[in-house]
């Protein structure tokens, strides 16, 4: 499939493209869902195609296809060339790019047992007890249990002589327990909300979930939400659990720190952000005790990768040191924007599209203590747990989000137990009252492989090391 | 530029899946799709892309176990290996109960939707357009938007002897315009053809909501009679699909319908149904089973009548399909693709007029469930929100978050728009809907711009 992606650069060179690369890639997924110990359904996927960027006068042409014969590769690297002749119908500042040395290599993520050569047997075993466990509790209404695992292979070429091979996988696994009752449905899920924890690993990852062991207990907490109170209406003391963190930090800080969003090039679709270029190093982001790594080296993540897809080595970036804003997510078009050059986000959903910034994995830093500690240090407040919904504004500065279930803590102890809990803020005034972060202990590596993006819309997969935290004077309970 | 397989190209394809041996039935569902899209955005085109791709999805089904497999090899080869990848699958899972069995044969609608100017589109006649649409920009504002032309064949054929085949065309200029003192605009127009897409008018529409929305004013949150314009009501029917209208989720108690049949949960002036056979809509006349769409009225003046199915969920409530199914494995259930919202004889001037002191919505954005028995989301408004006072619009207010029930704001309806306009809230569906005027509307919180 090199060969596939050196054709099309050729191809695209001799149609007058400037600059020319292209990735020739398959995709394959596996996908299983189980619910109520029956097969609710089992898939599996192939794709395979070329997709062609070039550089034409300073403007960017993109095109793929699925058909790789000679003739078609060359048809789509002329089409890739029209348009980015036609992109010249508007007057604009050429695209420069940041430099980046050509890179002849090889990279796939470490993994000790493909999860594709694991028996199908063996999966739908292990879904079908989760579920029979879960099914045990009486109440519960549904038990669900799923499996997903996903291999991008991708083969890089460029004008510039780049030849880059890779391959990253991605296994995950969950189950959900839904309580249906007088009118109420509640949801616990494990061990995070949207078909569970995935990692960048193989099927070992899926062994140490511990589905079938927590199985009751889940199925427990979705019963018990169903007679339990509203989440009252307060500005109180939130203490959020890592699975929440993760996509707390995804939509309020992940996105706003894209710079191609603070450019304005997503304006148009979900919108900017409230950081501006001239920020870094100046804008206080968060408290002292937040600060936050974007990191494509760390093991396990969604967004590790060897080379991103312009062919820039994955890097470790220090975007938020102790609470004040230091740096973009950037790719060759942006960084020189702000004096920079690429920190490989540059990432595409596969062959078919043009590659964006993309959050590789963005953490947030261990600090110190447990859950169990900070909540034990919290006077009064509110404990939420995994998220069930997420919503910010234009700006990516205005969120709410609602969380599975939470509890009252008071003396440091949780005890009242609350459904439908909810809690919104504005980006920087909540991150500024963060005042614990908790240590290595309950640091996990989160996956979150459905991040929207772009026109036409691109799926990414992304990942998010986070600790459980505290915050002070946040509204819950939002009606 | 490609060229549509065509119900016979896909004949063979399908016919090398359809014999495999040793199963009880097989189902291959086949999509072709191509289309550009010119992206632009602080007035300059930024990313322009072209993409074509197949796929075959094969279902295979042996003793009500079903296993399937999907590729992008659209060749006999291809589906052979698709098919015996699903008989693995099939041949290891557990039967399903409620297997209702594949499509039967039905002669599905014919509808005219595949337009050669908007399928043959190209870059060049995309960015003439958005030079147009930019040329509209006040001085000191930019655009940013897409302009994307896409074109489709859908196919299917099992073992029951379904042939179904259907292509069609879609093209929107969505365009948001943003510039001095805060001042934000957007509008969006969708179309089988291009030839009924004027990007000139789509950019004015939204350079005057640009221009006035300038310097926004801070309004306290609350509640407040509405006047939401096609834009946002899309945003509210699309996610009351979500949580209402499939009949999974209704039949599971899961869905704000779930014990509501024949009650009344809207105001008397709303009225929605789902007809895929509608000329005035997107897609193909049947489902992702092979089932022709039939029009389902959800809600009759203001009373629920019934959710929409597929074959699974049709045989487990005793109804047939109304031809809502997905592609399968789909543990999700039917949804509606096509949905329609009676129109008034109101105009959005109507309803602002009859406002004493209210918000005039342009678009709602990022919204998401909040409580979906409660049919409850939340989201914000943005690019164009406006105080209403004594009946005019006086000037632009700082955006919204809103919390609020859908049933609740249909509940609170008291005008409806004289006109519908084609919107889409989420990939692969359209819903033609008017303005609404809503008396009580809960706006949760207020952002900073």
Known sequence: MLDVAKMAVEAATAAGADLADARAGTDETESLTVRNQEMAGIDRSISTGVGIRVLVGGRWGFASTSRLEAEEITRTAVLAVEIAKAAQRLPGEPVTLSPVEPAVASWQGPMQEDPFTVPLEEKVALLMEATRRMQSVEGLTFAEAGLDFFRRSTWFASSDGAAIEQVVLHSGGGTEAIAVGDGDMQRRSYPNSFRGHIKAAGYEHIRTLGLIEEAERIGQEAVDLLNAPECPSEVTTLVLDSGQMELQIHESIGHPIELDRVLGMEEAYAGGSWLTPGDRGKVRYASDLVSITADATLAGGLGTFGFDDEGVPAQSTPIIVDGVFENFLTSRETAPVVGQTSNATSRADGWSHLPLIRMTNISIEPREGTLAEIIGDTDDGIFMSTNTSWSIDDKRINFQFGCEMAWRIEHGKLTTLYKNPNYTGLAPEFWGSCDAVGGREDWVVWGTPNCGKGQPGQVGRVGHGASPARFRNVQVGVR | ?449
Not at chain 2, 45 to 51: E, P
Not at chain 2, 151 to 165: F, H, I, K, S, Y
Not at chain 2, 198 to 203: E, H, R, Y
Not at chain 2, 369 to 378: A, D, G, K
Request: glycine share 12%; hydrophobic share 40%; net charge negative.
């Open chain 2, 1 to 449: 530029m490609p060229e549509l397989l065509g119900a016979d190209g896909f004949a063979p394809v399908a016919d090398a899946a359809l014999e495999l041996s040793g199963v009880d039935g097989v189902e291959v569902l086949f999509l072709h799709e191509w289309g550009g899209l010119t992206r632009f955005a602080k007035s300059e085109i930024h990313q322009s892309t072209n993409r074509e791709d197949t796929g075959l999805r094969v279902r295979v089904v042996s003793k009500g176990r079903v296993g399937v497999a999907a590729t992008n090899e659209c060749t006999p080869e291809g589906a052979r290996k698709a098919a015996q990848s699903a008989k693995e699958m099939a041949e290891i899972v557990g039967p399903d109960p409620l297997w209702p069995g594949l499509g039967p044969v039905a002669p599905t609608p014919q509808v005219d939707r595949f337009f050669e100017g908007t399928a043959n589109a190209s870059p060049e006649m995309r960015a003439e357009a958005v030079a147009d649409l930019i040329g509209t920009c006040a001085p000191g504002f930019t655009a940013a938007g897409a302009y994307e032309t896409m074109a489709m064949e859908v196919g299917l054929a099992n073992t029951e002897g379904q042939r179904c085949w259907a292509p069609s065309t879609q093209a929107s200029v969505t365009t948001v315009m943003s510039g001095s003192e805060g001042g934000s605009g957007f509008a969006e127009t969708f179309s089988g053809s291009v030839e009924t897409i004027d990007a000139g008018v789509i950019g004015r529409r939204a350079n005057d909501k640009a221009l006035g929305s300038r310097s926004p004013k801070a309004l306290d949150a609350g509640v407040y009679p509405v006047v939401l314009e096609p834009a946002a009501v899309a945003t509210l029917i699309g996610f009351l699909a979500w949580v209402g209208f499939g009949g999974k989720g209704y039949l599971e108690d899961r869905s704000c319908f779930s014990g509501k049949k024949d009650q009344q949960v809207a105001a008397p002036t709303v009225s929605i149904w789902d007809d895929g056979a509608d000329p005035r809509t997107l897609g193909a006349p049947f489902d992702f089973e092979g089932v022709p769409k039939r029009r389902v009225d959800l809600i009759r003046d203001g009373v629920f009548l019934d959710a929409v199915y597929d074959l699974r969920t049709g045989k487990e409530a005793g109804v047939p399909s109304t031809g809502h199914g997905l592609p399968s494995p789909n543990p999700e259930g039917p949804f509606p693709l096509n949905l329609f919202m009676d129109t008034g004889d109101a105009t959005v001037e109507d309803m602002v007029k009859g406002t004493e002191r209210g918000v005039l919505v342009t678009r709602f954005h990022y919204a998401n469930i909040v409580n979906p028995i409660e049919s409850s989301i939340t989201g914000m408004t943005r690019d164009g929100t406006f105080l209403i006072e004594r009946g005019e619009v006086v000037g632009p207010v700082r955006n919204f978050r809103f919390t609020q029930s859908i049933l609740g704001a249909l509940s609170t309806t008291s005008m409806v728009g004289r006109q519908a306009e084609l919107a889409s809230e989420f990939f692969f569906s359209a819903s033609r809907v008017p303005a609404l005027k809503v008396e009580e509307f809960n706006f949760s919180g207020v952002s900073d711009h």
